[in-house]
T-cell receptor
Framework: GAVVSQHPSRVICKSGTSVKIECRSL??????MFWYRQFPKQSLMLMAT?????????EQGVEKDKFLINHASLTLSTLTVASAHPEDSSFYIC??????????????FGPGTRLTVL | LAKTTQPISMDSYEGQEVNITCSHN???????ITWYQQFPSQGPRFIIQ???TKVTNEVASLFIPADRKSSTLSLPRVSLSDTAVYYC???????????FGAGTTVTVRA
């Protein structure tokens, strides 16, 4: 259980293109999903918290007009990188929060999406 | 947010037990500890989590002393495929955000 998928797994685009990445919880409903970015040889960095039916909450320094997040259903959150540039090239990973007893919820991660902007 | 400190790297051999200790001195009362494993170009994989004492599942054990200022992940009888980065994180139960540190790179040799 608790499987999270991402699509596409890899995308290469030209500078100025907008790219949409989908994150789906396959066997559970997730009211909260998170988006992370990971540069080579670095750790994951939280970009934003995506809540179903409401606006995403962005971490400090993350441009909300650049990284558009939509969480329209309990199983799908999307991240759109608007007008991507080479510096946006990175590994984007989503996670979905599984609600558990005793306030010890667990985040399950997707496989990641490798974005390369030429 | 409770900061964690863990070794940058550890080397081991196949069949050995690997113990990774993580410090989290300013963990709050309602926070809990979670561990993830990450292979290159993959998303992190959940290993185990706990609040106190000992938790065991089919892949690992987590030991948390009474003061909860540290925790130890124990991987029994590692194999080459356990070579990965292991992250220790403290989760705040008010927002469940995860703040990833550098993690511990575990290298298992034959």
């Amino acid at each position: 259980g608790a499987v999270v998928s991402q699509h596409p797994s890899r995308v290469i685009c030209k500078s100025g293109t907008s790219v949409k990445i989908e994150c789906r919880s396959l066997d559970f409903q997730a009211t909260t999903m998170f988006w992370y970015r990971q540069f080579p040889k670095q750790s994951l960095m939280l970009m934003a918290t995506s809540n179903e039916g409401s606006k995403a909450t962005y971490e400090q320094g993350v441009e909300k007009d650049k990284f558009l997040i939509n969480h329209a259903s309990l199983t799908l959150s999307t991240l759109t990188v608007a007008s991507a540039h080479p510096e946006d090239s990175s590994f984007y990973i989503c996670s979905a929060r599984v609600v558990q007893e005793g306030n010890t919820d667990t985040q399950y991660f997707g496989p990641g999406t490798r974005l390369t902007v030429l | 947010l409770a900061k964690t400190t863990q070794p940058i790297s550890m080397d081991s051999y196949e069949g050995q037990e690997v113990n990774i200790t993580c410090s989290h001195n300013n963990i709050a009362t309602n926070d809990y500890i979670t561990w993830y494993q990450q292979f290159p170009s993959q998303g992190p994989r959940f290993i185990i989590q706990g609040y106190k004492t000992k938790v065991t599942n089919e892949v690992a054990s987590l030991f948390i002393p009474a003061d909860r200022k540290s925790s130890t992940l124990s991987l029994p009888r590692v194999s080459l495929s356990d070579t990965a980065v292991y992250y220790c994180l403290v989760v705040r139960s008010n927002d469940y955000k995860l703040s990833f540190g550098a993690g511990t790179t575990v290298t298992v040799r034959a």
